[in-house]
C-alpha cells in the first residue's frame, strides 16, 4: 500500500477535464509535486483532502478511500494551503490550538501542542501576537505549524517557500528537511520551484495538462544518469583521451582542451586523474554532470506531448 | 516535540470524537461573538425591559403596590398572555440587534481572511461548519429571548398568589416556541447574509434591510392587488400573528393583518430553505484555494 493510490482517477470542474486518468502507486518519504501553472496540481491536493469526487477512477492516502473516509483522512493529514489562510483577529497559540482542537486534540493538549508547534517552527516568541500582525514569512509558518500541531500523518504543504526571502526559504527548506528526517511524517509538496522539491522530497509526480508526465524516483533517477562527464584540460588532450578510451570510456574532443566523456560504472574520476597525472595533462574542470530535476521535469514535458502540442511544435519548427 | 527541545514529535494520545468537533467550532464562534465589549453592551442592553417587566410583575403580585396605584392602572398590571406577548415582542426584536452584530463577527472573519481552506481541511464538513456556528449564535440570542422570558413566567408563577403557572401553561410553551421559530430563523438569515458581505458594518445593515424592506414590498403588493397576501413578505406582522396565536392571546382588531398560521410556517420555512441555498453556494464556492 502506497502512501497514495490513484486508480485511473478523472475530475470535472464545470464539465472541464481537470485531471484525466491518473495512476500511479506514490511511496516516498517526501513526494513533490510539480507541474507548470494549470497541470491540476491544487486539483490533485483538494481531490486528495476530499473536496473533489473523482467521476472516475479511485483516489486513496494510506488506503482509504478520499470521498468515502474523508474525515479519516483529513483527521491525518495536516494541510498548508498555498495563499493566506488563517483567522487574522486570533493570536498565533489559539489560531494553532482551534486548528488542534478540531484535528481531534483534547482542549489541554492541544493547547501545549499549540506552544511546542510555535516555538519548533520558530515563532515562540510571537505566539500572542494577532496572526494580521505577522509578516508573510511569518504567516507562512503559522500555517506550517496549524498543519504540524496535531502530529499529522501525512503533511501537504502547497507552495510553502511562496513569497519568501532568501533567508526565510532556506529556513523553511531546512525545516521540512527535519521534518523528513524525524520519519513519522510523510509529506507531499507542491511547489513551482524544482530548487525546493530538489532539495527536499525523494519522489516526483509531474503533472502536465491534467495528466502524468512523469512520476519517479529522484535518487534512482541521477544514479542512472550519473555517468556522464565534462573536463577541461591543459596540455596533451589528444593522447589524453585515447588513453582514457583505453578504459572503456566513450570520449570526444574539442577545441580549448574540451573532453567530454560518458564513463562506465567500474571506472572512478580518480583513474582519470592517474592518467592525466601519468601524461602530464592538468585537468581544470570536471564537472561530473548528474541528471538534475530540472532535466526530468524538461523531459518529462518533452516527452507527454499530447497530440495537439505534438502538431504545434511541428508547425513551429517549420 | 517540547518547548525547549525544539524539535518534532509525533502525537500520539487520544482522539476526541469527529461529532465533537462541531461543539469545537460553536465554542470558539461563541468567544468569538462574546469578546467584544459592544456585544455585552447590548445584552445588558436587551435586559433591560426584562428588568422592568420584572417590576411589573412585582407590581402586579403586591397588594400594598396595587392599591397604591389604583383601579385605573389595574388593567396595565395585568399579568396574563397580551403582557407577555408584549416581553416576547420587545426582547424578539432586540434579538434581531444583537444577532444583526453578532452574526457577521462569526462569518466574515473567517470569509476575509480566506480561513475556511484550512478550517474545512479539518474532520468537519460544511454543515457542520454552518451548524457550529449557528448553534454559537442560536445560545447567544436565547440568552435574551425564551431564557429571560421563561424566568419571567417562572417569577410570576411563583409571586402569584392564586395558582397561576398550570392554568397558564399554554403562555409558556408559546413563549419557548415562539422565541426558538423566531432565533431560529434569525440565525440562519444572520449566517447567510453574511456570508455574502465582506464588511460587518455592511452586513449588520443588510440583516435588518432583509428583515424591513420586503415589508414595504409586501404592503406595495398588498396595495397593488388588494390581497392580504403581500403581508407573508411582512416579517414583522407575520411574526405578530403567529406569536398571538402561540400565547394565546387576544385576536388584533383589524383582521386584514391576520394571515393563516400554516402559510406563516411555509413562508419562513422557504426562507430558511433560500439562506441554507445561499450558505451552501457561498461556503462551498470558498472551501479550497482555487489554483
Known amino acids: ?318 | 516535540m517540547a518547548v525547549y527541545k525544539r524539535n518534532y514529535s509525533a502525537y500520539t494520545g487520544t482522539v476526541t470524537p469527529v461529532w465533537t468537533r462541531v461543539l469545537v467550532l460553536a465554542r470558539y464562534a461563541f468567544e468569538e461573538a462574546w469578546s467584544s465589549k459592544i456585544t455585552v453592551g447590548l445584552f445588558v442592553f436587551c435586559l433591560l425591559p426584562c428588568v422592568l417587566s420584572l417590576v411589573v410583575i412585582y407590581l402586579a403580585d403586591n397588594p400594598i403596590a396595587r392599591a397604591l396605584v389604583g383601579g385605573r392602572a389595574q388593567e396595565m398590571l395585568a399579568i396574563n398572555a397580551k403582557f407577555f406577548l408584549k416581553v416576547l415582542q420587545t426582547q424578539s426584536w432586540l434579538a434581531l440587534v444583537m444577532a444583526s452584530w453578532i452574526a457577521p463577527r462569526l462569518i466574515t472573519f473567517d470569509l476575509a481572511d480566506n480561513a475556511l481552506p484550512i478550517l474545512l481541511s479539518h474532520p468537519i464538513s460544511r454543515f457542520g461548519y454552518v451548524f457550529g456556528k449557528f448553534i454559537a449564535l442560536f445560545g447567544s440570542l436565547s440568552l435574551i429571548t425564551w431564557i429571560p422570558c421563561l424566568l419571567l413566567f417562572a417569577d410570576q408563577g411563583y409571586s402569584s398568589s392564586q395558582p397561576w403557572a398550570m392554568s397558564n401553561l399554554q403562555i409558556a410553551m408559546g413563549l419557548l416556541a415562539g422565541s426558538i421559530i423566531w432565533i431560529a430563523f434569525l440565525s440562519v438569515l444572520g449566517l447567510a447574509l453574511s456570508s455574502w458581505v465582506k464588511w460587518r458594518v455592511v452586513a449588520t445593515g443588510v440583516i435588518f434591510a432583509a428583515v424591513f424592506v420586503p415589508a414595504g414590498v409586501g404592503a406595495i403588493v398588498s396595495a397593488v392587488l388588494r390581497t392580504k397576501w403581500g403581508l407573508l413578505l411582512n416579517v414583522p406582522v407575520m411574526m405578530s400573528n403567529l406569536w398571538q396565536k402561540l400565547l394565546g392571546a387576544p385576536a388584533p382588531i383589524n383582521e386584514r393583518l391576520s394571515v393563516p398560521t400554516l402559510a406563516i410556517a411555509v413562508m419562513l420555512l422557504l426562507a430558511c430553505l433560500v439562506c441554507m441555498g445561499m450558505l451552501n453556494k457561498r461556503i462551498r464556492a470558498r472551501e479550497v484555494v482555487r489554483g
Do not use: W
Not at chain 1, 577541461?232 to 583505453?246: D, K, L, N, Q
Open chain 1, 1 to 318: 500500500m502506497g502512501v497514495i493510490d490513484l486508480d485511473g482517477v478523472e475530475v470535472r470542474l464545470a464539465n472541464r477535464v481537470v485531471l484525466n486518468n491518473l495512476t500511479g502507486e506514490l511511496h516516498g518519504q517526501a513526494i513533490g509535486l510539480l507541474g507548470p501553472n494549470g497541470a491540476g496540481k491544487s486539483t490533485l491536493i483538494n481531490t486528495l483532502l476530499g473536496f473533489h469526487l473523482p467521476s472516475k477512477g479511485k483516489a486513496r492516502v494510506f488506503g482509504l478511500d478520499t470521498h468515502k473516509d474523508r474525515a479519516e483522512i483529513r483527521g491525518g493529514i495536516g494541510f498548508m494551503p498555498e495563499n493566506d489562510s488563517f483567522i487574522g483577529n486570533m493570536s498565533g497559540v489559539r489560531f494553532v490550538r482551534y486548528m488542534a482542537e478540531l484535528a481531534g486534540l483534547p482542549s489541554g493538549v492541544a493547547l501545549e501542542r499549540a506552544h511546542e508547534a510555535l516555538f519548533y517552527v520558530g515563532l515562540g516568541e510571537v505566539r500572542y501576537r494577532k496572526v494580521n500582525t505577522y509578516s508573510l514569512g511569518m504567516k507562512q509558518l503559522v500555517k506550517l505549524a496549524q498543519a504540524l500541531a496535531h502530529g499529522p500523518k501525512l503533511l501537504i504543504l502547497d507552495e510553502p517557500t511562496n513569497g519568501l526571502d532568501p533567508v526565510a526559504r532556506q529556513r523553511m527548506i531546512q525545516l521540512i528537511k527535519d521534518i523528513r528526517k524525524e520519519g513519522s511524517i510523510r509529506l507531499l509538496i507542491s511547489s513551482h520551484l524544482l530548487r525546493d522539491i530538489d532539495q527536499t522530497c525523494d519522489e516526483v509526480l509531474i503533472l502536465k495538462n491534467g495528466r502524468i508526465a512523469s512520476l519517479c524516483n529522484i535518487e534512482e533517477e541521477r544514479r542512472s544518469n550519473r555517468s556522464f562527464m565534462e573536463l577541461e584540460t591543459v596540455g596533451a588532450t589528444e593522447r589524453f583521451s585515447v588513453s582514457i578510451r583505453g578504459l572503456g570510456c566513450e570520449c570526444a574532443t574539442f577545441p580549448g582542451g574540451r573532453i567530454k566523456l560518458v564513463i562506465p560504472d567500474h571506472i572512478e574520476a580518480r583513474d582519470l586523474y592517474v592518467i592525466a597525472s601519468d601524461q602530464g595533462v592538468q585537468i581544470r574542470r570536471m564537472n561530473q554532470r548528474r541528471d538534475s530535476l530540472e532535466d526530468i521535469f524538461l523531459r518529462a514535458m518533452d516527452n507527454d506531448q499530447g497530440p495537439n502540442d505534438q502538431a504545434r511544435s511541428a508547425n513551429g519548427r517549420l
